[in-house]
Nanobody, 126 residues
Framework: VQLQASGGGLVQPGDSLRLSCEGS????????VGWFRQAPGKEREGIAS????????YYVDVLKGRFTISRDNAKNTVYLQMNSLRSEDTAVYHC????????????????????YGQGTQVTVSS
């Protein structure tokens, strides 16, 4: 039973990437899934979330319009489409799943989430 983030890589400014957060051994249908990122020397920040129970999404203001979170229930996967990538988007991206919306939206200790996946590195550089 685990949550796994994937899809990161090295891209140039202006490029796009799609990250995947796949649940295995359990269904994401009744969970809120959030994407977080942590850049070198900075604290982890929550950037987007989707409540799979009703489809509601949330984004931090600075990323609205560039990043899109979506889900594929058949694949038990949540995606983060990232467009017009910038150097400041360089970070390790993680996903977490929890039935408590507040924990995803307001943040929590890693061990407090129902599921927290290994990260995937995104590097934006020319």
């Amino acid at each position: 039973v685990q949550l796994q983030a994937s899809g990161g890589g090295l891209v140039q400014p202006g490029d796009s990437l799609r990250l995947s957060c796949e649940g295995s051994g359990f269904s994401l249908d009744n969970y809120v899934v959030g994407w977080f990122r942590q850049a070198p020397g900075k604290e982890r920040e929550g950037i987007a979330s989707i409540d799979n129970r009703d489809g509601r999404t949330y984004y931090v203001d600075v990323l609205k319009g560039r990043f899109t979170i979506s889900r594929d229930n058949a694949k038990n996967t949540v995606y983060l489409q990232m467009n017009s990538l910038r150097s400041e988007d360089t970070a390790v991206y993680h996903c977490a799943a929890d039935k408590n919306l507040r924990k995803i939206r307001l943040g929590a200790k890693i061990y407090e989430y129902d599921f927290y996946g290994q990260g995937t590195q995104v590097t934006v550089s020319s």
